[in-house]
């Protein structure tokens, strides 16, 4: 049987295709590794105490050296002397990533009206959740259908469960969506000034200044990082999610609260994060596929990451997320980057499995969306699906 190239520990494991030490077990030569490997080699290496015992810890708490380290990764990477690294190789989709990659300073040119996102008229507590959901600029029939449904602000009520002994409770939700400018690569009517006009009646967009692209969603966490950090003090959880998912509102309310009555909350609530979890996925090699990443740009396997359309974390980190970004380079895919910045926080997402972000098991019951606090919607319009849905759940709902 072929031997692995992982460390294992003598007795730790009797199984005779581990073998107690790799080939090499420290590496310091990066000439060999792909484009994006050998930026961000040159960036952790800085922070490596083994390697720079006395400056780690200060650079850690040093902010403003993070950008100027990010840079300086490029050109060291170009000078090196085994290295002779052509950009013009890649794919057009990552060529067009690369100019970017240093740039993540991008203008606000909407924001909600409200500190936070929008929310109801009399809060009386702080919210339990922002529902922060990535969209675009022609997709206004998903977001009022987010809106009309699962997305409405101000106080909810949780789902009773059955045989708890507990009330049903409810708490405060937020909401805000996620946007860069039109994509003018594509064709289509400029909706510029209706979406000016949806943001002063809804008090709910967050739009940046960069073209909304699919390598560009990681731009819109970032960004949304550094927002929530400046301007969301006391909101305890973040839903992120695509704009065509339907959320079990109460349902998710509970279980939330349930976390937050259990001990050393506190303490937990500093890794917390959870979803429809993708562990060791290797990158997607298919040349026509919107998710190629090419060997030249990244080898090895994915982090383990959230993946399919949302996940939760806690308010706390988001915080962190916001500062580790900062010494992270961008990868073109967005789920994949957030599992690369919570690995270098020692955070790792839970699964769970009311999160289903793919599709229902063949043998589900009557009603799947009993059991699900998230689902991703495919095929029929989103709007007809949450309508039929909340109808039917919840026959004196207000639809405004």
Not at 136 to 151: M, P
Not at 305 to 310: D, I, N, T
Not at 384 to 389: D, E, G, P, R, Y
Request: charged fraction near 20%; hydrophobic fraction near 40%.
């Amino acid at each position: 049987m072929p031997k692995s190239s992982h460390f294992v520990a003598n007795g730790i494991l009797r199984n005779k295709i581990f073998v107690s030490l790799p080939k090499i077990f420290w590496e310091n030569q990066c000439q060999k590794k792909a484009f994006w490997n050998q930026l961000q080699l040159v960036v952790d290496r800085q922070f490596n105490p083994i390697l720079h015992p006395h400056e780690a810890k200060g650079l850690m708490k040093n902010i403003s050296f993070d950008d100027f380290l990010l840079k300086k990764s490029f050109s060291a990477v170009r000078r090196l002397n085994n290295m002779t690294y052509n950009v013009d190789e890649l794919p057009q989709q990552v060529q067009d990533f690369t100019k970017y990659m240093q740039t993540r300073d991008y203008p606000v040119l909407l924001q909600p009206g409200g500190e936070c996102g929008a929310q109801g008229k009399d809060e009386r507590e702080d919210p339990l959740i922002l529902f922060a959901i990535k969209t675009t600029l022609d997709n206004f029939n998903n977001r009022q259908a987010i809106r009309q449904t699962w997305g409405q602000v101000g106080w909810v009520a949780g789902q009773k469960i059955n045989g708890s002994g507990r009330d049903n409770g409810g708490a405060y939700v937020r909401r805000v969506f996620l946007l860069g400018k039109q994509n003018t690569k594509e064709p289509g009517v400029d909706v510029s000034a209706l979406l000016k006009l949806e943001s002063t009646l809804y008090g709910d967009i967050l739009q940046w200044d960069f073209e909304d692209t699919f390598f560009n969603l990681t731009l819109k966490d970032v960004l949304f990082w550094s927002w929530f950090s400046h301007s969301c003090k006391q909101t305890h959880f973040v839903f992120k999610g695509d704009d065509d998912i339907f959320v079990n509102t109460p349902k998710l309310i509970t279980y939330l609260q349930i976390q937050m009555e259990k001990p050393h909350v506190k303490k937990n609530m500093h890794n917390f994060v959870f979803g429809d979890v993708i562990g060791a996925a290797s990158p997607n090699r298919v040349n026509i596929s919107k998710y190629f990443i090419p060997h030249s740009f990244y080898k090895g396997l994915y982090p383990a990451y959230a993946g399919g359309g949302g996940l939760v974390y806690s308010g706390q980190l988001t915080r962190r997320l916001h500062l580790i970004s900062k010494r992270v380079h961008l990868f073109p895919i967005d789920d994949v980057y957030v599992g690369m910045c919570m690995v270098r926080l020692n955070a790792f997402p839970t699964h769970n499995h009311a999160f289903l972000m793919f599709d229902f098991p063949k043998n589900e019951g009557k009603d799947p969306l009993e059991k699900v606090q998230a689902w991703k919607c495919k095929g029929t319009p989103l709007r007809k699906i949450l309508i039929t849905i909340f109808v039917k759940r919840y026959p004196n709902l207000v639809l405004h």
